[in-house]
Structures are given as structure tokens and as C-alpha cells.
């Protein structure tokens, strides 16, 4: 029993609400054969990932041909269409995106209302740096002015789609305030704390302290840890009584040397450490009341 005051978010007690991101849009299958780039291969993904102890799954769309990046509707159709025929878990779109219009960005949003959107809350250097060269493996400036944020936010707030708040730095965080003292961003707020890109906060304990420090008390987190430093981040927002993301668009590996076979080995070993700290997976039900959920 803790008997220490402590804000929701903060609470080891609760049930913790684990998110697997099923691919992002940075790798392909030269870097890892699991990543999935058909409907149906989203589909097996998300049931496993399900039935290893995720309640949401977190979706960026690719061409079922080649596997590249897309932000057209009827992919994201087709892909959240495979998932929720083959279990129930909550649906999560990007519309995190470079060179393209906003409304491409929040078209799949608005005309497909997934449960959970992610949003960008600031503008930053965003790269890849390889030690080992000695050089950046990519590097662009990622833009994510007010102006769009509050654009992107008034369409879900539009269709019932609750808002991902997704934090590289500091400032991110602090950027949800004025939009929470405007009404734009509604309580419960969904905060996603995400460490270990370069041009954002180092993956660290420390930072990951600081970051949930500054959630507001009406808050959920989640920690984003980014590549080799995921399992210690996790392991600290657990015992920290945050949620966690795992899955293959963040990190590959299980441990040094040893690739995932699929999202549900990630998150069967998130769901291990979950629970050799005396917590439990949040199941979809606990998550969609958590997170006052309208849509699938």
C-alpha cells in the first residue's frame, strides 16, 4: 500500500496501458523482415500485439506494393479496416508527416475517426547520428507551428478523436498549456514522452523525471524511448506508474544482438516487466474509460 500522496499519473498502482507502434515510416524490411506493410500483415501484427497485452496500436500506412510511406485514405482504411475485423484493439493514426499539406495530414483522421491521433507539439531538428562514422545518418527540420497544431486539434475535436500529444522536448509539453487555457485540448489529456531523438530531450531517467513533472495533473503519459535506450526508459516509467510504447517503429530489438520476430515479442516483453513490478496491462475497456474514448 502506498501511502504517499501522489497525482493519478504518477500512481504505480494503476494499470498500465501498454501501445505498440506496429511500423513506422523511417525503416523498411532491409532493417527489419517483421515490419509489415500489407492490410493483412497490420492485421497479424495488431492480433498479436493484442493478445500479447496492448490495448491500442499505433498506425503509420504504407503502400501494400512496396512499403513506402503513405498518407492517403484508403490506405489507412484498408490497414484499420483488417485490424479491427481481426481483434479489438484501439486504433491510433499518425499525422506526423514532412512535405505534405495539412489536410493530407488530418484527411484520414477526419474521414475515418480512429479513436487516437497523434500530434506533434513543436517544431524541431529531428536526425540520426551514427557514432561509429561519425556522421548524421539523416537530418531535417521537422516543422510543427501553433498554427497547425490548433488546426489539427479542432478537426478531432470535431469527429471524437482524442488528441495524442506527442513530446520530444521541454517545450512540447509546455506548448499543450496555452492550448489547454483556450478549451482546444480537453481533459483527460494523452501525453506521449518521447526520448532519444536527436534534436530532442537525451534519453535518460533525469529527462524522463522532468517530462512527467511537467504533465498537468489531468494528464495520462506514456514514454517513446527511442532504440537501445527503450528497455531502461520503460522499466523507469513503469516503476514511475506511467504507461508504455513499444513496437517496431521505435526499437527492433529484445536485447543486444537479439531482433524481434514480431510487435508481440515487444510487447510480451513490456508486459513481462509490467508485471515483475507488482502492475497489470490495462485492458481496452480500462484504456477507453481512462482516456474517455468516443470512437473505435
Known sequence: MNLLPQPAHRDPGRSCIVTCALSGVVADRRQCPAIPYTPEEYAAEARRAYQAGAAVVHIHARRPDDGSPSYRVEHYRDIRDAITAACPVIINFSTGAVGISTEEKIAPVRQLRPALAALNMGSMNYAKYHPGRKEFVFEFVFANPFSEIMELIKVMNEVGTRPELECFDAGHVANSYPLIDMGLLRPPYQYSLILGVNGGIAPTIDSLLHLA???????????????????????????????????????????????????????????????????????????????ELENR
Open 213 to 291: 513533472g511537467l504533465v498537468p495533473p489531468a494528464g495520462e503519459w506514456e514514454v517513446i524511448g527511442i532504440s537501445r535506450e527503450q528497455w531502461r526508459l520503460v522499466a523507469g516509467a513503469i516503476a514511475m506508474g506511467g504507461n508504455v510504447r513499444v513496437g517496431l517503429e521505435d526499437n527492433f530489438y529484445l536485447q543486444p544482438g537479439q531482433m524481434a520476430r514480431s510487435n508481440g515479442e515487444l510487447v510480451e516483453k513490456a508486459v513481462r516487466m509490467i508485471h515483475d513490478q507488482g502492475r497489470q496491462p490495462a485492458t481496452v475497456e480500462e484504456c477507453r474509460q481512462r482516456l
